[in-house]
């Protein structure tokens, strides 16, 4: 049987980082099942030609996949009537609930810790996502309002896989992040639901051993910063995890080195945390180990581990030898140049 | 006549740094009008023993100051009901919508420009701190909401703020933070409202030097980590300016280092960044500089620039010499250590 693979470049940079992860999965050979590649459309582009972001033969095209990988989409220098961001789309139709986000240094010594080993699990369907939007004319002036959503269900299913995640790790340790300072109820509700996960009766006391931290948002952004070995598993709302995914990507070194799935029970979709980047588009110096990672951790996460260890292995070794990079970090090497090395070593 | 200025240490190291700032601003002799400190309570400890945050007779009390110093606030370990921020409170009940926190390195050498010089204009009254939230019951379990309301009246006064602290500063630039390629509405009108100040016509032209950008607040904080030269003025709805202000502050080694004032047309509250710091309250040795710098924010902006510089240059001083520092800063130094050190510069 075949492993059939979305592929969603959309906008900018992700039309030239995709091609090189499925390059990468191709070179895996018999590690995984033969791949099967399905070209998909989407983004703003995409929008400003058909009128629409996501097309109905997108989503249904992707129901028929295993899974899929999804490069990056441009944002409208403008408000545009009618364009709605397709990735935030896709997440809620295919209900990819949990943003999966690992922020790792590569030692330069295979055999030390890295200095930043975290894991940002990212609520994926509500919070300001769920784009409930209104605007009205007063005597003062426009006024628009946005509604914030958090429910118990979705709180506990991203606390289960925050917690489910912790236990594969050394550490052990989760850290909630809110501000329930201000959003008593809300973020009250998050906060509360993820703390009560490891005494709920179907856990059966699995979590127990997992000891549990929280922080407020700004705090946590300021703490990532000065003290990044606090955390090892951080969940949070959509927009905090969001913000904070990025904060971590700096420590990193590159945004073009973040990796994601967005996961749900049935459906794994990986995605460069980065974006379109219009200033680098075409030029054909966009890093592509963000999106090879990301085809990594989809491969971990359908199980077939030793093909994601491979890509894995085939990136550290290129970023410890530190000769042919991308110019986010600090590089000259163009994009299919720091493939070809991968592709060597995988 | 008096300068008016009411004291509101509140929780944890409010009451260790609020005090050293009084100390700091009485040594400023002629050059502000007599200060008469008046002495008000509020907090979650206050709470805890009066079931309010904030008593009224603070209200009315800080209505007859000139300005005031706030300390900081400990947030409650779980839900409390009834309880409400009182430092959100104060910034509505006297309409002080404008949280300015300048982030700036001290460069070691005086005739150096510092590496990080920016300053976060945040807007104070709206977006998610409306606390308009709700919470029902449905068969799914319990769904929580809360209104993030952007308008165009508070987004065009902060946006004018920003400005015209731009017009004041060498770069002359105003980086606009949002996230309107998720929020196209509420953002979306706080992005538009902003760019549109300088054409307004009772600015009549006075902006018109000044360089605008605009930025996503996720991609914002990781720039902010990497090339934080790249920033001004921020100008931001109230919940980004928030992380963002404590992303900056990591940047030039501390929190305690932090100052912010509240701003309105007719009142203005120092604040230091930092919160309550539980972990260290008590033992005195939390950063006065934050506060005293809140202080000189707070002068300047009263007309006491002389007054206000003599603060900044007693602080910058103690700092460069390195030599009585808090344990934030890597030193050893007690809270009144490092307050004798800038006494004697002052
Ligand atoms: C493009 C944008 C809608 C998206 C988000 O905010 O989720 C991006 O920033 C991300 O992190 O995947
Ligand atoms: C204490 C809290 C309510 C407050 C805020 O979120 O505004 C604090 O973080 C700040 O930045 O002044």
Redesign the interface.
Known sequence: SSLKIGLIPADGIGKEVIPAAQKAIEALGSDIPKPEFVPLLAGFEYFTRHGEALPEETVSALKECDCALFGAVS??S???TG???PI?ALRKILDLYANIRPVISVAANPADKPDVDLVVVRENTEC??V?Q???TTTE??????????????AS?RIGKMAFELALDRPRKHVTIIH????????D??FR?TVRAVPQLPEVNGRFDGITIAEQ????A??R???EPQIYDVMVAPN?YG??I???A???VGS?GLVPSINAGDDFVMGEPVH?SAPDIAGQGIANPIASIRSAALMLRRLGYAKGADRLDKAVDEVIREGRVLTPDLGGHAKTTEVLDEILKRI
């Open positions: 944002s409208p403008r408000r545009v364009y709605s961001s935030v300001l996502y784009k939007e209104t605007i003062n002036g426009r006024e628009a309002r946005a509604t914030r959503l958090i429910t118990e269900r506990r501000k329930s300072n201000v959003l008593s109820i809300t009250g509700l509360e407020l948002v700004d705090s952004v300021y990532l910063f000065r927009l969001d913000i995914s990025d904060a990507a700096a420590l945004l974006g």
